[in-house]
């Protein structure tokens, strides 16, 4: 059974910064594509930024030059770099996993972060 545990979030001021962090427990061979989501009260679930490699990355253009994305394989983990950090950005950030084989995906179960202005 994998499981996705994310550590990391919390309550900063605007402009501060916080990483996020996910890991994956249990088998889970290769993954192909890493990912961070969010979530804001009342907001669908919007993508934040994914990594297949440190030179295949994609962000959000609210996020761009903000945040940065990156992976450790041999953990199976991800992390997310957050600075400059703006009131809107408060939302619960949730990790995403999709293995290379059989496509199959998996979810962390979400972190708040909340800016306060």
């Known amino acids: 059974q994998v499981q996705l545990v994310e550590s990391g979030g919390g309550l900063v001021q605007a402009g501060g910064s916080l990483r996020l962090s996910c890991a994956a427990s249990?088998?889970?061979?290769?993954?192909?594509?890493m990912g961070w989501y969010r979530q804001a009260p009342g907001k669908q679930r919007e993508l934040v930024a994914t990594?297949?490699?440190?030179?295949?990355?994609n962000y959000a253009d609210s996020v761009k030059g903000r945040f940065t994305i990156s992976r450790d394989n041999a953990k199976n983990a991800v992390y997310l770099q957050m600075n400059s950090l703006k009131p809107e950005d408060t939302a619960v950030y949730y990790c995403?996993?999709?293995?290379?084989?059989?496509?199959?995906?998996?979810w962390g179960q979400g972190t708040q972060v909340t800016v306060s202005s």
């Open positions: 249990g088998k889970i061979f290769s993954i192909n594509t």
């Open positions: 995403h996993f999709i293995a290379t084989f059989g496509g199959y995906a998996y």
């Open positions: 990594i297949r490699s440190a030179r295949s990355t």
